[in-house]
């Protein structure tokens, strides 16, 4: 494919889709991300048992129970709350519900509070004109065609405008070059999902305040609120990202939603106006293509069918409201889906969209029946072993040590390399930083602790391994801090050959890398890279852009796309997304 016809997004993409070669970023990527820290994590959420807050435990478990069986969903997470008080909190795997999450698109509902405190001070409208806000940012065409762009307008992602998050890894001037991107359909009319929408929101609030958006929120909402640790990546121009970029504790984004769940109080204090909460989560847009339950509001989405409202991100961050019930429902999941179009809000609505009690007697056995199934579904807390396990475990391991056959180094033998690294080929993309690529590994010991030595150029990184339980580590991705759950287990498969798979849960993010190690003869390995969301969610995602690019208005470039088609894409995505390497011991290497 000839790059240099495609738009500076396509180009992109057509690179990451190289299997051998590292991903070179049209713009050098800036993003950072400082390390988690449990210090200062501001006021607790205020906890009680199901039944004092009308809710039985039995239904909470029984909802717990068909999200874990449910093979389409990779729950991380679930906090469920009544009228501000915190009942349930439940992790699943190695997933921990006391650090900060990424919200991914959730945080566009926050962005929208915040351009309600404005309207109630009077500092903006929703009929205000964008180009009254943002003279100088237009060009002449601009100012014609979009002379009649107001706030309402991008509230309700009905700009049209297409300069969109992946346009925004090729380029520092996000503002100038979303104000002057291409339209497509009828303005204030054709709904358009756009999360640079939101970063034109953020930008506005910027603009009238003479704050960032953090520290206008910081003095409006989150101390109100006692929320301390949180952190908002910003965009080249200094200007938080808005529609995604938010890392949030958990229980902090329970209380936002309660807030506006409760009309814009919290805890007796007047945060928000009740109008303008009342019209943000109503429905303004008919929505018939990007889901099939919700409409849209001013970013918040709103049920069709039963009375609640949503905070969404994609790959499954989600808090649903239930105005019902007076229930927020917070989920934090690695599913492959964009919006919320999955089996998880089926559950959700016919759980909690009902009338229930006040308060219930209290159910000494349905409390520890929740109690042990919100153990069930943590690594941390291991169930312990039958006799019949433990001796399973002893022949599987011959009764020795495994690990200790496998001590040593491993690189290629011709010292080839291939563009796959540690960090998830999707938050690569996010983040717009990638691999240089792959070179050799090691496993070791340290004061009896087994590691996995992952060698990528000019960078290593030990990962303790955790076979027992979960080890958590802080893993450096060029100015990204991770923290990272290790879980490790060995089976044999069915040619009797050793195998280590090894599970890294990105606990800040949705996303897993999960390493099969698969022990031949002469010391040869062959190294599985695979991870979650899977790899037919990024396929998908991969092949919709490409379509876009493919009807843009230049004959050249959708030819140039047509003739490869969605096979070559798919063939390409396969092994940059799911790639198997081949290495040897170093003492066997000739």
């Not at 970063?199 to 101390?223: C, H, N, P, Q, W």
């Not at 159910?363 to 929740?370: D, E, P, T």
């Amino acid at each position: 494919m000839n790059s240099f016809l495609l738009p500076p997004s396509a180009q992109l993409l057509s690179r990451i889709l190289d299997s051998k070669n590292a991903t070179e970023p049209i713009l050098e990527a800036v993003s950072f991300k400082p390390a988690f820290s449990v210090e200062n994590s501001g006021t607790p959420l205020s906890c009680c048992l199901p039944e004092e807050a009308g809710i039985p435990s039995d239904l909470i478990c029984d909802f717990l129970e068909r999200l874990h069986k449910d093979p389409s969903l990779n729950m991380h997470s679930i906090l469920i709350a009544r009228n501000g008080k915190l009942l349930c909190e439940a992790s699943f795997g190695a997933q921990d519900t006391g650090i900060w999450k990424h919200t991914f698109s959730a945080c566009k509902s926050i962005v929208s509070l915040a351009i309600g405190m404005l309207i109630d001070d009077g500092l903006l409208s929703t009929d205000e004109k964008i180009l009254d806000i943002f003279p100088k940012e237009f060009g002449a065409i601009a100012k014609l065609k979009l002379k009649d762009l107001r706030v309402n307008d991008v509230l309700t992602m009905r700009s049209t405008l297409q300069f969109a998050e992946l346009d925004s890894m090729t380029t520092t001037e996000w503002l100038k070059e979303f104000l002057n991107s291409a339209t497509k359909g009828e303005l204030g009319k054709t709904f358009r999902y756009n999360s640079l929408n939101t970063y034109l929101l953020a930008a506005i609030i910027v603009k009238k305040t003479g704050k960032s958006l953090t520290a206008f929120l910081d003095e409006r909402l989150f101390a109100p609120l006692g929320i301390t640790n949180y952190y908002w990546e910003k965009s080249p121009q200094n200007i938080e990202k808005g529609g995604w970029g938010l890392y949030l504790l958990p229980k902090d984004l329970v209380k936002i939603a309660h807030t506006v769940l409760a009309g814009g109080i919290y805890e007796g204090k007047r945060i928000l106006s009740s109008e303008y909460v009342q019209i943000a989560t109503a429905k303004h847009v008919e929505v018939t293509k990007e889901s099939q339950d919700f409409d849209y509001g001013y970013q918040f989405w709103v049920g069709k069918h039963a009375d609640v409202f949503l905070f969404n991100g994609m790959l499954g961050q989600n808090v649903l409201c239930f105005r019902r019930s007076g229930i927020v429902l917070l989920s934090h999941a690695g599913n492959g889906e964009f919006f919320h179009t999955g089996s998880y809000f089926h559950y959700a609505i016919k759980a909690f969209d009902r009338d229930f009690e006040s308060v219930l007697p209290k159910n000494v056995k349905a409390k520890k029946c929740l109690q042990a199934k919100i153990k069930s579904l943590s690594l941390y807390y291991p169930v312990k072993k039958t006799w019949r396990e433990r001796v399973f475990t002893w022949l599987v391991g011959k009764g020795k040590d495994l690990f200790e056959d496998i001590v040593g180094d491993y690189a290629f033998e011709k010292g080839d390399k291939n563009a796959v690294g540690l960090m998830p080929l999707v938050l690569q993309g996010v983040h717009n930083q990638y691999t240089k690529g792959f070179e050799s590994i090691s496993f070791l010991k340290k004061e009896g602790i087994p590691y996995l030595v992952y060698r990528e150029t000019n960078v290593e990184r030990e990962i303790p391994l955790g076979f027992e339980t979960p080890i958590q580590t802080h893993c450096l991705f060029g100015t990204l801090d991770f923290l990272v759950a290790s879980s490790a287990k060995f089976k044999y498969d069915e040619e009797d050959r050793l195998v280590l798979i090894v599970r890294l849960d990105f606990l800040e993010t949705p996303c897993s890398r999960i390493l099969k190690f698969v022990f031949g003869v002469c010391g040869d390995v062959r190294i599985f890279h695979a991870e979650l969301p899977g790899e037919e969610f990024v396929i998908e995602t991969a092949t919709d852009l490409l379509k876009q690019v493919s009807e843009a208005p230049i004959p050249l470039v959708s030819g140039v796309i047509n003739r490869f088609g969605e096979d070559y894409v798919e063939l390409k995505l396969r092994k940059a997304f799911a790639p198997i390497l081949k290495v040897k011991k170093a003492e066997n290497i000739q």
